[in-house]
């Protein structure tokens, strides 16, 4: 039940990962135009999207890099809390960024988060 319960959470924080991507990319330049403010909130996600599904999914089609698994999972989760409180949110920003810690742990501690792992 423990591993099934992280695991959604795990779903439910790469999902928030691409709302903080958009939010934080759109509060990031403030002053910017809405145009182009608008822009970043979408290309920032639907970059996250792509890097994720090809090189850090279950079911990923590049298996052969551990390095590239565990850089893409920093880069868009350490890149969503960055932003996210850059972009005007840095209480969110902490929050998100400690469940992520805390469940990125629980998955290692219950033998659930390595680039081995196929589903």
């Known amino acids: 039940m423990m591993t099934g319960t992280q695991l959604a959470l795990r779903l439910l924080l790469e999902l928030a990962s691409l709302v903080a991507l958009a939010v934080g990319g759109y509060g990031v330049w403030a002053d910017g135009p809405v145009v182009l403010r608008g822009l970043i909130a ?3 996600p ?7 599904g090809r090189y850090a999914a279950p079911r990923r089609p590049v298996r052969d890099s551990a390095v590239l698994w565990y850089g ?3 880069l868009v989760w350490g890149g969503a809390v960055a932003l996210l409180a850059v972009g005007g949110h840095p209480g969110w920003a902490l929050g ?6 805390v469940n990125t ?3 290692w501690s219950l033998g659930e988060w390595s ?3 196929e589903r």
């Open 105 to 107: 742990v629980a998955l």
């Open 72 to 74: 893409v999972q920093l």
């Open 42 to 44: 979408l290309a920032l």
């Open 46 to 52: 639907a970059l996250a999207v792509v890097l994720w």
């Open 96 to 101: 998100l960024g400690i469940v992520m810690v």
């Open 115 to 117: 680039p081995a792992i």
